[in-house]
């Protein structure tokens, strides 16, 4: 079991944003904008390479699109937002369990690429 396994079994506490049978969204613990929601698939999986290994995976991969437009609904970030994912070592990736960050509610003036 990892972290985000915990968070989607409930033994450890977050702020839901958004939840089905498939996918949990809930606030980051340490927000890099005024909304900053994870959607994380409520299988493991321990990134979105890993995601893309099989049928289920992108499965789970469309529940996740899904599951963004309804945070973006309920935090109603109608003109934009920035989803992110973070893969591997190099790719910045702290919590290995597959999961697409969702900012916004301020506008981003730096572009990444
Ligand atoms: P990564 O760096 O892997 O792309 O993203 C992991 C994210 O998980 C970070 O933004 C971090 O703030 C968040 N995080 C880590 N531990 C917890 C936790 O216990 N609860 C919540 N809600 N977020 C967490
Ligand atoms: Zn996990």
């Known amino acids: 079991m990892c972290l985000f396994c915990d968070i989607v ?7 839901k944003v958004y939840e089905n049978d498939k996918v949990l969204c809930f606030n980051d613990i340490n927000p890099a904008a005024p909304v900053h929601v994870l ?3 409520k299988k493991h999986f321990d990134d979105i390479r890993d995601m893309s290994h099989s049928e289920e995976g992108r499965m789970y991969m469309g529940e996740v699109i899904s599951a ?4 973006c609904e309920n935090k109603s970030l109608d003109s934009g937002f920035r989803v ?17 960050h969702v ?3 301020t506008k981003f003036t730096e572009k990444i690429i």
């Open 39 to 41: 959607v994380v698939p």
């Open 9 to 15: 079994a409930g033994k450890i506490p977050s702020a």
């Open 68 to 71: 963004i437009d309804k945070v």
């Open 84 to 100: 992110v994912n973070n893969c591997g070592k190099d790719g910045g990736q702290t919590v290995m369990h597959a999961h697409f």
């Open 103 to 105: 900012l916004g509610g």
